[in-house]
């Protein structure tokens, strides 16, 4: 009997903190799961009569602003790090992750050299392929180009 009632109080306090928990943060506050737990309905009470918490941002106006910040820094002469993704403010001449802006300006235009080449060795491919399907090079000679272009 003892253990059946002990039980039953123990539920009861997780109901009451879940309901307080929900109450608390749908009126904007973090937590709110002792109050119930441990004063029961007196929490509850509690925890209803707090006022609305308009300073608190929801997790999509976070990133919405975060994105603005980090525009206006970038428009105010910052950079972003092409190495680890990191907005730094102007006067940052090192990112957090070890590169420099001058060695970020080096390696934004090594990978577009980079692309680039790709590009054509994908295009250059592709026309030996069509010479291929129309006949004008055999398998042979297709793969040993293959090989070359793609450093096998």
Do not use: H
């Not at 059946?4 to 973090?30: C, M, P, Q």
């Not at 390696?107 to 080449?117: F, G, I, L, M, Y």
């Not at 291929?132 to 090989?147: F, H, M």
């Amino acid at each position: 009997m003892l253990w059946a009632s002990l039980i039953v109080s123990v539920i009861t306090a997780i109901i009451f903190g879940i309901v307080s928990k929900t109450i608390n943060e749908n009126k904007g506050y973090y937590g709110g799961f002792a109050w119930g737990f441990w004063l029961g309905i007196i929490g509850i009470i509690v925890v209803a009569c707090k006022p609305e918490n308009k300073s608190r941002e929801s997790f999509a106006e976070k990133i919405y602003n975060d994105d603005l910040r980090k525009e206006r820094i970038v428009s105010e002469g910052g950079w972003k790090c092409n190495r680890c993704g990191r907005t730094n403010a102007s006067y940052t001449t090192t990112c957090i992750c070890g590169t420099s802006e001058k060695e970020n300006k080096n390696w934004e235009k090594k990978e577009v050299k980079t692309s680039d080449r790709q590009t054509s060795q994908a295009d250059e491919l592709k026309k030996f392929k069509d010479l291929l399907d129309s006949g004008a090079i055999t398998q042979e000679e297709y793969n040993v180009k293959k090989k070359q272009l793609l450093n096998l």
